[in-house]
């Protein structure tokens, strides 16, 4: 893959799925996404390798932490599926932290191909956040630990994340001359085959005449108590 040393030599082409933080993109579909991709078994598996939480891998953490050059070549080597995709997620926190956004460069090089998963409804996904940093229930399978509780100003603080996270994915592809793929929440939701075939395409990744894409194996989260919130901030909004 290209002539970078970094590269194993049976990688044939790599993804990431860059995002906001919390978890990962602040409830911005990325769980959804890298689960049907992890599940088609042709596209690596794109998990939160750069998580330090998810990776349990936290010594000297935060302080002194950080991803070196061995640890990428250990993640190439056992997360490429057998047709020589490595695939990985990570949110713009977690890459500025404990990586360095250079290192995708210099390690990666241009062969890298990144999908950026958005959602175009701020409110909401702000709101999805809050939900779920208070109650610790990110997925559906989760119990929560706590109800959560209506706070205008935790709200506005979360989209004023999701924004700065976005921008910064946005700077970086920017500086570096990238184009990224974009995924947009709502196409992922109500147009699923589709938008990971157009992944497939944008990766390059050739299929069996007979593969199917998985069905979502993520179940939504938005409720009664999602929408009752996205009401009332707005409201507060329209009377500042």
């Not at 049976?10 to 579909?29: A, F, K, L, Y």
């Not at 500086?175 to 990224?180: K, V």
Request: aromatic content about 14%.
């Amino acid at each position: 893959m290209g002539n970078r040393i970094y590269f194993p030599s049976r990688i044939q082409d790599s993804t990431i799925v860059p995002g906001i933080d919390q978890e990962i993109p602040p409830r911005s579909g990325s769980h959804l996404l890298s689960t049907t991709l992890t599940n088609t078994g042709i596209a690596g598996y794109p998990q939160e390798h750069f998580n330090p939480w998810h990776m349990q891998n936290m010594d000297g953490f935060p302080g002194e932490f950080i991803y070196d050059d061995n640890y990428i070549l250990d993640l190439m080597n056992n997360y490429t599926t057998p047709n020589g995709v490595f695939g990985t997620k990570a949110s713009f926190d977690q890459i500025v932290n404990f990586l360095g956004l250079h290192k995708l460069v210099t390690l990666f090089g241009k062969d890298l191909k990144y999908i950026f998963i958005k959602r175009e409804d701020k409110t909401a996904q702000a709101v999805s956040l809050a939900i779920a940093s208070q109650t610790l229930q990110f997925m559906a399978d989760q119990e929560k630990t706590r109800e959560a509780v209506y706070n205008y100003y935790h709200i506005w603080q979360c989209l004023r994340e999701i924004n700065i996270s976005e921008k910064g994915w946005t700077v970086f592809f920017a500086e570096y001359n990238i184009t990224p793929h974009v995924v947009y929440y709502r196409d992922l939701v109500k147009k699923h085959n589709r938008t990971i075939m157009n992944i497939m395409d944008f990766l390059d990744i050739k299929r069996d005449r007979g593969f199917n894409v998985p069905a979502p194996s993520i179940q939504r989260q938005f409720n009664h108590i999602n929408k009752e919130w996205i009401e009332k901030f707005e409201t507060h909004e329209q009377n500042m």
